[in-house]
C-alpha cells in the first residue's frame, strides 16, 4: 500500500473461526476475538502530520461550559 497524503491506519485483527468462550465464559462462547490499534498517524512528506478535516458527515460534539463537574450516577 502506498499512501499520497498524511493519514491515520487502524489495524483491526480477528480471530475467522474462533470463540473467546474458553476465556470469558458461557454467555460469549460464540463471540469471536477481535483487537483494533490506537491510530498511528503518518506523516507522508515530512512537514508533520495534517488530518484531512474529514468529519465523515458527522459534525463534531460540543458542550457548553457550565463551570460545574458532571453528575454523576452515584448522586
Not at 474462533?18 to 512528506?45: H, L
Not at 495534517?50 to 448522586?75: F, H, M, Q
Amino acid at each position: 500500500m502506498s499512501l499520497k497524503t498524511d493519514a491515520h491506519l487502524i489495524v483491526l485483527a480477528y480471530g475467522k473461526g474462533e470463540t473467546v468462550g474458553k476465556v470469558q465464559g458461557s454467555n460469549m462462547r460464540n463471540a469471536i476475538p477481535i483487537v483494533m490499534s490506537n491510530p498511528v498517524f503518518v506523516d507522508v512528506d515530512g512537514n508533520g502530520f495534517v488530518a484531512n478535516k474529514d468529519l465523515l458527515d458527522n459534525p463534531i460534539p460540543t458542550a457548553k461550559a457550565t463551570g460545574r463537574a458532571p453528575a454523576s450516577e452515584d448522586d
